[in-house]
């Protein structure tokens, strides 16, 4: 025992020793974070390599990257006919394109932002690489932007195309010879490509059939064929091979492409429901024409038994049953007649027979108590436009109802303007709304900071069932002269008949006000609220009143929309005056300055440089 307590103790000394030294009381220090992307060390072919005559791309890394998602972004001009295969061998990267390479032609792969490494997931940004299949090496380009034909906005990853095949609509049965996408600026290059004439075109490929054969994909055309060019300002830097530096600001000539959907018809009944007992909704795909009938086989009444209100593009309708015999049915037969077009694109009439069958649920009804004769009226609501303060001087003061009206009492309707301590009562127009049935408008020329009261008395107004309105009063006061705001806009190079728009700082740009003019002058939006503006001007050349979009059978661009550049801040009783000089070759910019923003941010920028110089003791 007493030779085991010296073994014992060298042994707790030797656990205390080892458990001590591996113990770390500070947290581990890490390096500095990776922000480096995947550098190309090797390739084969080499770039832009002559008479490659195999099928497999190998390129190399300095290090592991994520071969995830690549297939989905990689793009290949020419395309090809089949998607290429993706395959990772350690840090190689092997694209295999499949055995349908054509002989002495340049091939493109485009990866975009796809190659990523594995550790911090750093892009590899706009990599491109090229080599071709026999001696010559094709090294022309073409560049642009597309954007929305109505708004300018950029769209991304659009198909941009080009066809050798020079009949306008080359794109709608045949693949293209050189292909890209644009990025979130709209933006694209085609490279490599060999001398000669092209169609330019670009399309939301909805198919991924690289053809424009549904109606619903939008597209874009370049009116004129183009030419590709040396493009020397593309710079492939030396010590990253392949990566592609695209400079937009010196593009030397970008070519526009303007996207739009093209009109088509294909009218059918979409769909249709009895909502109430007397009310049936019908919804179809394309708007009405005025040879659109509807009528009740089951059961025969007489004509007034109906009212039909279409909505403001006509493609769909509300029919109020106002005969309460018939509202009380629970089923009845209908007759739609409309027109469509057939398979060979001729107008023909559509017959639908259709069974609207409504069921009220069927509600408890309460036992009445003795001697009680008390019979509860239900009454119809009825709103308005109103507010207790501020309700703009321009609008009509509006009231919907919630069903097609029997009876509408004018005289018991009122407007009072308070003078002083005494209401005078007011003469006022009373009109319904020319696209529905639902609204009423009360009109008059308001004063500024004016109070008024308006009545409707009880059972002025009454639906198809007899059920009257409640009484109806609201005081309010328009807005003061000193809130609105004034744009007076001189415009000069107007080139004939267009339509200048006052559009919601939004990002729907709702229309607020236009105006059209044919030549230069001065133009004028009053009564503005104190918010953010912009304008546009639509070159109106069909001169309808409206903007249109392209047909690209008849070889008719969009039509050409303009912005001006600044985003206008108003503020109450103030009037701000603009010029506007617009250019002779509309660019379809669209890079509107909004100073307000500038300055807030320059505020920002110096709040913040001047605390950070303060932290540092200067």
């Known amino acids: 025992m007493k030779k085991l307590i010296p073994i014992i103790a060298l042994s707790w000394l030797a656990y205390v020793i080892f458990t001590t030294s591996c113990a770390n009381p500070g947290m581990p220090v890490g390096g500095d974070k990776d922000t480096i992307p995947p550098v190309v060390v090797e390739t084969k072919p080499e770039f832009n390599a002559r008479s490659f005559g195999e099928n497999t791309v190998s390129l190399t890394f300095d290090e592991f990257i994520i071969p995830d998602g690549i297939s989905e972004v990689l793009l290949v001009s020419p395309p090809l006919k089949k998607r290429p295969m993706i395959k990772t061998k350690s840090k190689t990267l092997q694209v295999d394109l499949g055995d349908d390479l054509k002989g002495n032609t340049t091939y493109s792969l485009d990866f975009k932002d796809a190659i990523v490494d594995n550790n911090e997931k750093n892009p590899l940004e706009d990599f491109r690489f090229s080599f071709s299949t026999g001696e010559d090496f094709d090294s022309l380009m073409i560049g642009g932007y597309v954007k929305q034909a109505d708004n300018l906005e950029p769209i991304e990853d659009a198909l941009v195309m080009l066809h050798k095949l020079t009949d306008l609509t080359a794109f709608t049965d045949s693949l293209p010879d050189y292909i890209a996408k644009t990025d979130e600026e709209g933006f694209f290059i085609i490279s490599n490509i060999a001398e000669g004439n092209y169609r330019l075109y670009a399309l939301m490929d909805a198919d991924n059939s690289m ?19 040396d493009w020397n300002v593309i710079d492939i830097l030396p010590d990253t091979l392949g990566i592609v530096e695209k400079k937009k600001q010196e593009l030397p000539t970008p070519h526009f492409l303007m996207m739009y959907e ?16 007397n009310l049936c909704t019908f919804y179809f795909s394309e708007t009405l024409t005025d040879s659109f009938k509807l009528e009740l086989i089951h059961p025969q009444v007489g004509k ?20 309460t015999l018939l509202s009380n049915m629970d089923t009845l ?11 060979l694109d001729q107008f023909v009439y559509r017959t639908d027979t259709l069974e609207m069958y409504f069921k009220k649920k069927e509600t408890k009804t309460k036992k009445k108590k003795k001697g009680s004769k008390k019979v509860r009226t239900k009454f119809i609501n009825l709103n308005t436009n109103l507010t207790s303060t501020g309700f703009d001087v321009y609008r009509s003061l509006k009231i919907d109802v919630p069903e097609p009206l029997m009876q509408l009492d004018e005289s018991g309707i009122h407007l009072y303007q308070k003078v002083d301590t005494l209401e005078e009562g007011l003469n006022f127009q009373i009109l319904q709304d020319s ?37 109806v009063e609201k005081t309010f006061k328009t807005q003061k002269e000193g809130y609105y705001a004034k744009i007076i806009l001189t415009l000069s190079n107007v080139s004939g008949h267009s339509i200048v728009q006052l559009l919601k700082n939004n990002e729907d740009e709702n229309v607020l006000q236009e105006l059209k003019i044919e030549e230069d002058g ?8 104190p918010e953010k503006y912009k304008i546009r001007l639509i070159v109106d050349s069909n001169n309808n009143g409206k903007w249109d979009i392209g047909d690209i059978k008849n070889d008719i661009q969009p039509e050409k929309v303009v912005y001006f550049q600044k985003i206008l801040k108003l503020r109450s009783n103030f009037e701000v ?31 913040s440089s001047s605390r950070s110089s303060r932290r540092r003791g200067l």
């Open 577 to 607: 005056r603009e010029s506007w000089d617009l250019p002779q070759d509309l660019q379809f910019e669209k890079d509107l300055v909004d100073e307000d923003k500038e300055k807030n941010d320059s505020r920002k920028s110096s709040k």
């Open 333 to 343: 037969n209908m007759r739609l007649d409309y027109i469509v077009k057939d398979t």
């Open 304 to 323: 007034d038994w109906s009212y039909l209100q279409y909505n403001p593009t006509r493609d769909s309708l509300q029919l109020w049953i106002v005969d």
């Open 211 to 229: 053809s424009f054969n549904q109606p619903t994909e939008q597209i874009a055309f370049y009116d004129t064929l183009v030419v590709p060019h």
């Open 262 to 277: 093209e009109d088509y018809y294909d009218q059918y009944l979409d769909s249709y429901k009895r909502e109430r007992a």
């Open 522 to 529: 001065q133009i004028e939006f009053p009564l503005l609220k």
């Open 435 to 471: 696209t529905s049935i639902l609204k009423y408008y009360v009109e008059y020329p308001w004063e500024y900071e004016t109070e008024y009261r308006f009545v409707i008395d009880s059972a002025s107004l009454k639906n198809y069932y007899g059920e009257p309105n409640n009484t």
